[in-house]
Nanobody, 125 residues
Framework: QVQLVESGGGLVQAGGSLRLSCAASGRTFSSYTMGWFRQAPGKEREFVAAISWNGGRTYYTDYADSVKGRFTISRDNAKNMVYLQMNRLKPEDTAVYYC???????????????WGQGTQVTVSS
């Protein structure tokens, strides 16, 4: 069982930055695929970013087209933390952001087994 707790959401003006954090439980955190999803009011939950161990000492990352070049996902295995640095935020980035995790490697259509409770991000115009 993995427990995920997000933090770092808030209100920011368009063009600003926020960094979301996700604290994860579990002794095998380093091998888990970790990621972020978001859900805006009246819309379905959508993939934002993922970071997956691909063997050796490197990690594979993937991003939704809408956030490429603006958002960066990273992790600190020593602290069981994953982060989402969000720059040049837009009003359309307003959503509840969820941290997610799964034991399986990342693949297209990733459907993680574990979810956090979410943190609200609001971007004002």
């Amino acid at each position: 069982q993995v427990q995920l707790v997000e933090s770092g959401g808030g209100l920011v003006q368009a063009g600003g930055s926020l960094r979301l954090s996700c604290a994860a439980s579990g002794r095998t955190f380093s091998s888990y695929t970790m990621g972020w999803f978001r859900q805006a009011p009246g819309k379905e939950r959508e993939f934002v970013a993922a970071i997956s161990w691909n063997g050796g000492r490197t990690y594979y990352t993937d991003y939704a087209d809408s956030v490429k070049g603006r958002f960066t996902i990273s992790r600190d295995n020593a602290k069981n933390m994953v982060y989402l640095q969000m720059n040049r935020l837009k009003p359309e980035d307003t959503a509840v952001y969820y941290c997610a995790a799964d034991r399986l490697p990342y693949s297209s259509g990733w459907s993680p087994a574990y979810w956090g409770q979410g943190t609200q991000v609001t971007v004002s115009s």
